[in-house]
Every structure is written in C-alpha cells, then in structure tokens.
C-alpha cells in the first residue's frame, strides 16, 4: 500500500498551489510560475499531460500540504471526468482547506463557459474569497507578485494562527502604507555605511539625517540602511517621498499618504498624524527634504507627539532642529567606484570586461568625477560607443569647460551637474528638448504621456519622434524605466529633473510644457470617467493612484494660473477616486482657492467648487449654511445642463439633511427621488445605484424597513451588472443593516462580509471599518461579547490609523454594544475592545468572519 504524498521541495520554501485550466492559460501559467519563483517559493503545478483530470486523494495531498492556493481563470470550466458532476478546476477550487489564504485572478475580456460564470459568481459570493481582473500575463505576474510578496513576507504566520481569509492578499494593506522601496541593481561600496546608520538609529537617536549633494547616492543608502534597522520596529519602516512636494505646508500631508492616513478634510491632518501614530514603532523614511526645510518644526512636533516614531532624513543641508544627528554621505572609494563603473558599463554593453589594459582609464574616469555614483553611471552608459580611453579623455577636456552658472555649488555638486550637461552635449537637439519637457512630470511617467508633453499633445509637428529619442535617454542613463504592469513607466533622478526643469525654463518653454501636461491629465480623466465606475475599476484606482503626483502637479499649474474652469474639470471628472483615496480634504483646498478668488466663475465651474469644498462638512451643519451652498450647487448644475453633476450635489444635500440632531427626512426624500430621475434620465447606472442607497437611508429613518430593503438590493444589483465594486461594498454594507434591523443576522452577516472584502481589495479602510462594525452588531447580537469587543476595538483603531476617526459614521452597532453593558457585561466588553485594538486587519477580518459563521451555525 502507498504512502501518502508528500511534497518535497530542496530548501523546504513555502508552495503555492496554482489552479487553472491548462492550454488556454499555457502563458499565465507561465507568468506565474515566474512570479512565485522570483520570490524563491515554489510553485505547485499540474502538468500531467492526458490526464487532465488528477486523481482526487492526490491533488487533495497537494493541496493539504500548500501553503497558498492561487487560482486562474479565463473562459473554459475545463474537463468533467466520467462519473464526475464538476470539472477538476472547481474541484480544485472545493477542496481547497478552509485556512488556506486564497489568491484569485480573473482575464478579461471573456466569453465564459456558463459553468465558470457560475463558479464566479460563487466564489464572489463566498466570504472567503474574492478576485482581481487582469488582461495580460505581464500584468497577472505583476499582481501575483506584488500580493505574494504582501501576504507572506508580512502577515503570513499570523493568517495561519487565526485561520486564513482571501481578500487578494489586501487585508492588512487596507491601511496601505509606502514600505521601502526595492532597486533593480546592487548596492556597491556602502557596507559600513549602512552598519553606522543602523546602529544610530538603533539608539536612543530619533531624528538622523544623511547630508550630501544630490547624486551622492543618499537615498539608496537610507533605503537599504532603514531595511537593515526596519526589524527592531515593530511597525517596520516606511518610505516618504518628498521630491515631487513644494510647498513645505504640504509635508504633513505626504507623511499622511504615505502611511495610508487618509485627508478627509475634517480634521488638520497633522491631529490625524498623531493619532494614528500615537502608539506605534516605526521608522519614517523621508527623502528629499532640503525643498521643505520650513517643515523641520513640524516634524519634531510630530516626534514629540509620537514617542515610538524614529525619522531617516536625506537632504543636501541639515535641517538645524532639536536632538537631530547627522551622517555626512561621502563618495566612493577608489575600489568601490570602479566596481560601481564597471557593473553599470557591463548593463550598456554586455561583453565589457575590467582588465589590466582598461583598468587605469576606469580609475581615471572615476577620479575626474570624484567618485560621485550620479556621475560615475552617466559616464559608463558611454561605455557602449567609446573606449575607456576616449571616455577619460573626453570627459577631461568637457568637464574642465562645463563650469559657467554653478560656481555657487559645493564641489561635488558641480562635479554632479557637469556630468549631467556633458552627457546632455552629446544628444541631439530633439533628445535634448525631449529631457527638458520631461522635467515637468512629477515622479514616474508612461510613454503614451511623454509622447504626448513631448509633442505638445501633437501641436508640435517638428518634435521629432519621441519614442526614438525617450530610446536614447534610456540608453544614456538620464531617464531610467520602472515595471509598471503592461504599461511601459519610466522615471528621472531628482538632480537630472531638475536640470531639466532649469534648461526648460531657459528656453522659455515651461507654461507650454505644463500645459501640455494638464492637458494630457484632463484628457486621461475624461476617458476612463465612466471606466472607473464599471469592471475596470479596480485598474483604474490603481493607475491613479501611481499618478497622484502627477495630478497634483497638473491642478496646481491650472490653480496658479487661474484656469479656474479646466482646474475644477478635472477635478470633478476623477471623484470616484478622490473619495477612495481619501483625498477629498486636499480636493477642497484647491477648490477653495477658487472661490476665494472671487473671479467671475461660470456655473458649472461654481457648481463643482461648492461640491467639494461642501460635501465633506455635510454631518456638521447646525445652521443650514452647508445645506444651503449644496443646495446652490444642485442648482448650479442644473443651469450648467450637467444632470450627473446636479444628481451628485443632492445626493451629498440629502446626507446634510439627514446628518443633524432632526433629520428632515421629507425634504431629503424628495431631494433624492430628483436626484434618481436624473440619473435614470441621463444613464448613469453608477449615480442611479448611489441615489438608490441614499433613498434606502431616508427610507431608514423613516422606519420604512422593508422599503429601504428593497432600494438596497437594486442597488447592489446594479453594482454587480456593471462590475462597481465601490457601489457594490456601499450597497451591500446598507443592505446588510436593513436584513439586520429585520431580523435575518445569517444573511446580514453575508451582506457585511462582502462589503469588508471588496473594501479590502479597494485600499479602502473606512469601508473596511464599515463593515467591522457590521459584524460587532452580528456578534453582539449573538451574545458574544468577546468577538464583538475584539472586532470593535479592531475597527476604532483602524479608523485612527487611517484618519477617519472623525466625521460621520452611518453606523449602529454602538447601540449592540450598549446593550450589553446594560446586562451587566461591561467590563468584560471594554477588556475585550483594549485587546482587539492591538489586532492587525487581517486578524480582525478573520475574526470576524469566524463570528458569522459561528452565529451561522449556532
């Protein structure tokens, strides 16, 4: 008799069962064995040839002994083996053990078997589980990666204690913050660097700032010197980029972004700050800090505030404040340098070999730039058409010329900026002008972008093909690319964008360049408008938000220009994501400044700047002053032909209505019943699934149960037909309070389940809160004090992490709560909620889904 089947694998690494049908995936399989290999895991595969259908008890073992079960589907359901009733793929998907994490991943476009449109639909229905779309099998590795990497190098043990829950590898991520980035090639020649840096900051030391000119190599170095000293936090460590902000005001809020505490506008987001760090061990990160000096007491406010927060600063000066240490970051040694020259020229030109001959010249062309790392790879991305000799021989004869206009800088700095010039001389005109309109991006950039900026958006018909000369600015190591899904990304240096951005001014092209660069952002917005409301979503959410910088950028050129219609355009056309990101607070700072202008502003433009700057103060109206301008707005859009614009501004009217002490529940449902016409008439499923929500809430208050029911459910079908998850998370949240309030806890406990995961899948935490709070009621229902202390302690954590401990909270379960302090079982409830703030998402999410199922059961 046969033994069981055990899987082996050399160094015993974590594996991860892949499901999938086999020949129409044959590339996905593919992309991510790939994937899971390149994090040293092993993958789990089927590849058995004419059996497509494994024997069971062997594909169970497998599974039993997997420690992640990643499933991808396309169109077919596969095979049903004779005396089978489902194919091997859903069996795979029905065996999989309870506690196993689970990773799910949908292609599109698709015509599926029906069979499979069912499994879906199944598996979106399970608590348990939920999926992302992709289109490629680049974009799939891309995921797969990025959520393996998430789920088991960060929360993987403890998923395992408290028994795992699929939500795409995001649960703990719901509060996402910025963690260190990773670069493509070594760090060379900084080993003890990193050791003196690590023991600083492992000290008592709160405040280190590593000082050198830009190119020294500061930031690789606090990189990989916050990795060596992240394991004695106990939050880990966190990356802050400051170059793309300029105005120093604006630093609190980058730190806020960055630790995933969302600007909701309500509160000053340096009190957010505070109270989401308040307790935690963590290291900041910031980099680039020399453009935001004035914001040097506002950190140390904000170290003093948070004892357990240690800050790593890079910057060109110190920032002269209390208790602040400082490391000088030097050049590289002799050895070092020509390590460094000799690595990068092997990545021009892959046959290039250090050797006696060349060696001299490689010390040479390091000596003639001081061995700045900047300058050193500038020098060896000529390796590819010069010899060594003429490098060094060149580079004496340009560098000792290039001086005029930065005599003002230190040394190295002059050295940096030389080299720089010296290899923009050696492009054409067209690659030269390609850099410097290049300048206006902020962070990273795809190509459909600079194609665009670079030929003005098409205007410009003697530019040149960008794409040829984007080509040479890779290959001359001044723009460098970054993997950014399907999309091609690239990115520039600080110190080459802002020599760019110095030869764009000098040519007076800058207004031409950033206005081509607003309106490139405006087009992107008036195209996927009605994407982000639909299937792609979720891809779009993400696209967004890796060009927030880029946003930013482009509605400060209109603001300062006083475009006030283009500006609050663009604005309005990317509200979806706004809210999800939780950067309405930063929204209404801008369109403040356009009433405050006091400039002659057209209806439509008015209507959007008393939205914004409205809608987020609709729970605090005691005098009816937000109502009013809401009601204004309505109005507004109506004049502006805008129906879409006008059903939005009643839906926030009719929240201002509700929000108070005596909620006019009369005049919000006729606000609303407009609001639904509106949107019926002009086609937005989207907005008639918003307004269906809000009429169920006014049905609420009105103690109109089973109405408010029935406008939940519409509107969560809604939702599920067009592919919204944000409307389909509100939806289901709300409907889950209505089954609740009409006694069926089984199905509430579904409905709140669903809104946690898709929150979790969205990034976004008040959802997530959201939905907790809908499970505290379920448990506390149940009479289970335990799970619903833990799960509320859980979730007011979670809204002070995230910065949404303010505001209003459509939300009963405190009542739940209260009542059982009423019988008596206060202390036990209040010892519960201290332990269930020291939960991690994950857990909570477990917890709470364990709940369900146990009130479902019991």
Known sequence: MSGPHIIRTPDQRLRIFVSSTLQELALERRAARTAIERLHLAPVMFELGARP???????????????????????????????????????????????????????????????????????????????????????????????LAVLLAERFDQSRETGAIDIVGRAERVVEAVRLPVSLTDLIGRDGDIAEIKRMLESSTRLVTLIGPGGIGKSRLAVAAARAASPSFDDGAVFVDLSAVHDPERVPNTIAQALGVRDTGDAPVLENLVTALGDRSILLLLDNFEQQLPAAPRLTALLAAAPGVTALVTSR???????????????????????????????AKPDFELTARNAPDIAGICAAVDGVPLAIELAAARIRVLSPGDLLDRLDRKLSLLVGGSR??????????????WSTQLLDDDQRRLLSRLGVFEGGFTLDAAE???????????????????????????????????RPGFSML????????????????????????????????????????????????????????????????????????????????????????????????????????????????????????????????PDGAVAADLTKS???????????????????????????????TGRAREVMETSLALFRGSGSRWGESMALVLLGRVALLQ????????????????????????????????????????????????????????????????????????????????????????????????????????????????????????????????????????????????????????????
């Not at 992640?68 to 083996?81: M, N, P, Q, T």
């Not at 003002?408 to 010039?421: C, F, G, N, Y």
């Not at 900026?453 to 001359?476: E, F, H, S």
Request: some cysteine.
């Open 317 to 347: 000066s110190l920032l002269r404040v209390g208790a602040e240490q400082s490391y000088e970051v030097g050049p590289l040694a002799e050895k070092s340098s020509i390590d460094l020259f000799t690595e990068r020229a092997r990545a």
């Open 53 to 147: 259908h494994p024997p069971r008890e062997l594909y169970r073992a497998y599974l039993d002994q997997s420690d992640v079960f990643l499933g991808v589907y396309w169109e077919k359901y596969g095979w049903v083996a004779p005396d089978e009733t489902v194919s091997g793929l859903e069996d795979e998907y029905n065996l999989c053990p309870p506690h196993l994490p689970r990773l799910l991943y949908v292609k599109t476009p698709a015509e599926r078997d029906p069979q499979l449109t069912e499994l879906l639909n199944r598996i979106r229905d399970d608590d348990r589980a939920a999926y992302k779309y992709f289109e490629t099998p680049k974009e799939l590795a891309a995921l797969v990666e990025a959520d």
């Open 408 to 421: 003002d800088l230190p040394e190295r700095q002059q050295t940096i900026r030389r080299t720089i010039e």
């Open 452 to 486: 665009f900026v670079g030929t003005d958006g098409g205007r410009d018909q003697d530019a040149g093909d960008v794409l040829t000369a984007l080509t040479a600015l890779v290959d001359n190591s001044l723009v460098g690319p970054h993997d950014s899904g399907e």
């Open 494 to 621: 600080a110190s080459v964008r802002e020599y760019a951005r110095e030869q764009l001014a000098e040519t007076g092209d800058s207004a031409n360049a950033r206005d081509a660069h607003a309106r490139y952002f405006i087009r992107l917005g008036d195209s996927i408008e009605s994407q982000l409301k639909g299937e792609r979503q979720r891809e779009w959410l993400r696209r967004l938000r890796d060009e927030r910088d880029n946003l930013r950028a482009a509605e400060r050129f209109l603001l300062d220009a006083q475009d006030w219609d283009r500006a609050a355009h663009l604005a309005f056309s990317l509200y979806l994501y706004w809210w999800v990101a939780g950067l309405l607070g930063e929204v209404r700072t801008w369109m403040g400044e356009a009433l405050d202008s006091h400039a002659r502003l057209s209806d439509r433009t008015r209507a959007i700047a008393l939205y914004f700057t409205r809608t987020i103060m609709f729970w605090k109206d």
């Open 703 to 858: 103690g109109e149960t089973e109405e408010a029911r029935d406008h939940f459910e519409k509107s969560l079908a809604i939702t599920r037909v067009t592919g919204d998850a944000v409307g389909e998370r509100v939806a289901a949240y709300h409907l889950g309070w209505a089954r609740l309030l009409l006694g069926d806890a089984e199905a509430a406990r579904s409905d709140f389940a669903k809104s946690v995961s898709l929150s979790a899948t969205l990034g976004h935490a008040e959802g997530m809160a959201y939905g907790l709070e809908g499970m505290v009621a379920v448990a506390a229902l149940a009479g289970d004090v335990e799970h619903a202390g833990r799960i509320a302690g859980a979730s007011r954590a979670l809204r002070e992490r995230s910065g949404t401990h303010n505001g209003p909270m459509f939300t009963f379960h405190q009542a739940y709560l209260d009542r059982l302090v009423a019988e008596g079982r206060g202390d036990e409830l209040a010892a519960a909620i201290a332990a269930g703030r020291e939960l991690t998402v994950e857990q909570a999410v477990a917890e709470a889904l364990a709940v369900g199922k146990q009130t479902e059961s019991g």
């Open 634 to 664: 309505a109005e507004l859009f109506h004049r502006a032909s805008d129906a879409d614009g006008e059903g939005l501004a009643r839906i926030s009217l009719a929240l201002a209505l509700l929000a108070g002490t005596k909620p006019d």
